[in-house]
């Protein structure tokens, strides 16, 4: 009986672990090329935002990503963002990139804001 339960656990694993991953799910960023799409979606977005009527942030560091498809690409970026005034700031960002480019930040202490610029 137990032999029964060992190699139905082992199937059932083998079997979940064979599942393709799920599409359309969000995916952390672990690799380089993907940190590197994450970090310059948002280098774009800050600069196009700044060459306008702001927010006027620089990027400091990145310290997690994540990147699921949808209608185009949604990341969700968690980074100090560096203001006008040189005040560094840890804020969840979203970015959403179909046709224009949306862009939240959710900053500690300060409402939401959204800003759209072309892509």
Known sequence: ????FV????ATLAIAKASPPCLGCPSAVGDEKGTRDATNALKDSLAKLAAGDGPHYTLGEVH?????????FLYKI????????KKTKTCDI???DFNDVTVT???????PLTK????
């Open 1 to 4: 009986m137990m032999k029964l």
């Open 7 to 10: 190699v139905v656990l082992l």
């Open 64 to 72: 997690s990503a994540t990147t699921q498809v949808i209608q185009g």
């Open 78 to 85: 968690n980074a100090d963002l560096v203001d006008e005034h």
């Open 94 to 96: 979203d970015i959403i």
């Open 105 to 111: 930040f959710h900053c500690p202490g300060e409402e």
């Open 116 to 119: 759209k610029h072309s892509s």
